[in-house]
């Protein structure tokens, strides 16, 4: 299917925000969307309060990398055309302008539904994660499980620190929760996955937060997985130690080779939840809803892949894309390995089994996801190289002032209306 149609209709939710900000330099792209067809002109016209007397600095960067025009224009209270320029290729196009210490980024894409992954796909794919599979599947699955206590009077719901067996180097540990009474085949799944790191509180697995969607419609089975096996609730210090030595740079672990790479492990986790979560008698055999940001929306999309029986994912600036990007002149995806490690023919032959761009290929699942059009962690020419290989339903966020981090004001209270709500009112409404 063509993203075009709903690329405008995510965006149409919030651009008439972008030309009428409140600040001192605002851009103006003659596409609403900021969303172009190849050989369709790019036009961007800028604006300077009246008090700014410093000239207007502009930098034109396509995929994230490569500055393609840098200019400055005499301070001006009217309208200035600082880019007008076609593609005949699919790109992303950032305008920076800066003006002082005023400054203003917004994003752009060409074709964005056209992208594919810079890297082929191995010709064994299959076989290797059939294999996987396989291996998970011979292991008997056990699981650990001690209560976690919850506030005196709440005895509709159970939370448990819980920890399952994977071949993998670390076990799967985090928080499971669930309703005490629900009837058989009555409640979806919700799987939570979290962003890169060891220490911080977005890295670990939380309680609460199971708690909170387990309560959600009618009541789910959650299970908030931390990334790294870690064991749940320790002291600071646990943490610390982990990130400085064996967690190190995990995301550079092992990239010479399929079987040592840090990914295979984290995805063998990532299964052998839903494997949990599957044979509890409560699940209602057709929503497996997987949620996650940065690092946790790559995990999102790679369970989407691998196992067929998730039916809808949300993910948020999804890292862990077309890794092999750069090898087609852009920028990949986080943690960006061949520019961080070097294009060796053993880097190269190891990382395709593990890139969402190949994982995604032939997914049903119905995939929500933004996408920061001037992100530099996870470049959105990353995230649509993999989404579009996925044949389910899509919809798609396209933002065009999000970096990697959430939206700042003066665009956040926009962002908080419109794409945030939007993609709350999805996960609502699918746990109906």
């Known amino acids: 299917m063509s993203l075009r149609k709903p690329l405008i209709v995510a965006i149409s ?30 036009v961007v016209k800028a604006r300077m309060d009246s008090s700014l007397k410093d000239s207007l600095h502009v930098k034109i960067v396509k995929n994230n990398t490569q500055v393609i025009r840098e200019q400055s224009f005499a301070a001006s209270s009217g309208e200035i055309i600082v880019f007008n320029r076609s593609f005949g290729e699919s790109c992303s196009v950032i305008v920076k302008a800066s003006s002082g210490d005023e400054k ?39 699981a650990n ?19 399952l067996n994977c071949p993998g180097p670390k076990p799967a540990r985090g928080y499971f ?36 969607y387990a309560q959600m419609g009618r009541g789910a089975l959650c299970f908030d997985l931390n990334a790294h096996g870690m064991l749940n609730g320790q002291p600071d210090e646990y943490y610390d130690n982990l990130e400085q030595g064996e967690l190190k740079e995990y995301w550079l672990h092992g990239v010479e080779n399929r079987d040592s790479i840090y990914f295979r492990g984290m995805y063998l986790r990532l299964l052998r939840t839903l494997d949990f979560l599957t044979q509890q008698p409560e699940w209602d055999g057709k929503r497996i809803l997987v949620i996650g940001e940065s690092q ?34 852009r920028k990949s995806g986080w943690p960006q390995p061949m ?59 396209p933002v065009p002032y999000r970096s990697h981090p959430w939206p700042e004001e003066p665009f956040r209270k926009n962002w908080d209306q419109t794409v945030s709500a939007a993609k709350n009112a999805f996960i609502e409404t699918y746990l109906k």
């Not at 499980?145 to 920890?163: Q, R, W």
């Not at 790679?302 to 862990?320: E, Q």
């Open 145 to 163: 499980m001690a209560k976690v206590e919850l506030p005196e009077g709440n005895t509709s719901y159970a939370c448990f620190d819980t920890e």
């Open 104 to 142: 203003i980024s917004l994003g752009a894409l060409v074709a964005p539904q056209a992208l594919k992954p810079g890297a082929p796909r191995p010709s064994d794919f299959k076989a290797y994660w059939d294999t996987q599979k396989k291996q998970l599947a011979e292991l008997p699955l056990k």
């Open 13 to 42: 939710l919030f651009c008439f925000f972008l030309a009428g900000q409140a600040q001192k330099i605002n851009l103006e792209f003659n596409s609403p969307n900021h969303i172009y067809r190849k050989g369709e002109a790019i």
């Open 339 to 397: 520019e961080s490690k070097g294009n060796t023919p053993e880097i190269r032959q190891t990382l395709p089994y593990f890139d969402t761009a190949q994982i995604l290929k032939g997914s049903k699942a119905t995939l929500v996801v933004e996408v920061g059009l001037i992100d530099g962690t996870c470049p959105s020419t990353s995230i649509y190289a993999a989404i579009n290989q996925a044949k389910g339903k899509k919809i798609i966020y």
């Open 296 to 329: 946790g929306g790559g995990q999102a999309l790679a369970a989407a892949g691998l196992d067929k029986r998730v039916s809808a994912v949300v993910a948020t600036v999804p890292a862990m894309c077309d890794w092999g990007g750069v090898i087609a002149g």
């Open 177 to 212: 929760a669930k309703p005490t009474s629900a009837k058989a085949h009555s409640l979806p799944i919700v799987l939570l996955v979290h962003a890169a790191g060891v220490k911080g509180s977005w890295c670990r697995s939380n309680a609460a937060e199971a708690m909170r």
